[in-house]
């Protein structure tokens, strides 16, 4: 990688798990640990100091905790280029699901291998989101599963056939070049129709599409 690296901020409230990863983090040129919080109001707050490229967010934290914090984050236009990852000790936390649908970009369990830490940090910030292994997959489809109200069919309305299409098939996980592959296009075509469904429904990130994909009945739980 060239020129500058990639900022991340550390929330997580165990002062033990931050060093590890920051150990891990500033080991590698392209990476750069520039906070760390012990709380979710503390990491909001160093998040809009320092504006990093990605914020790697512990879920349960005291006082305002991660999902929280995640909110109020995508909330705010001004760091719409911030990417957060989801921390969490078990890989099916119910708290995932909505900060998945807030805009997080992905979601890890903490003791992932370090080689998929690093991998996530550098998806995200390259503006993906972090969809593999399944187990990102596999949250979206549980809580399609327990949604209680189905998006209103007028967005769906706003997606030509074709980008239907590609939602569908990016909400089963498939890259753009899978996608590309696909539907017999090139990877560039398929990229603007993926970038042209997010705008027309407002997705922050990738990850928001999947979630609208299970969501509007585009892609069922199960599907592969």
Known sequence: MTGEPITVVL??????????FRALLDSCDDIEVVAEAGDGAE???????????????????PGLDGLAATARLTADESLAGVR??????????EYVFEALRSGASGFLVK?????ELLHAVRVVAEGDALLSPGVTRRLVEEFAQRAK??????????LTEREREVV??????????EIAAKL???????KTHVSRAMIKLGARDRAQLVVFAYESGLVRPGWR
């Open 149 to 158: 109200e189905p998006v209103a069919r007028e967005r769906l309305g706003a």
């Open 111 to 115: 003791d992932t291998e370090p080689v």
């Open 84 to 93: 957060i990852v989801i921390l969490s000790t078990f890989d099916l936390d």
């Open 11 to 20: 929330a997580d409230d165990q002062a033990l798990v931050r060093a590890g």
């Open 168 to 177: 569908a098939l990016a909400g089963t996980g498939l890259s753009n070049d």
């Open 184 to 190: 017999f296009l090139s990877p560039a075509t398929a």
């Open 43 to 61: 990491a909001v707050a160093l998040v809009r100091r320092h504006r990093p490229d990605v914020v790697l967010m512990d879920i349960r934290m």
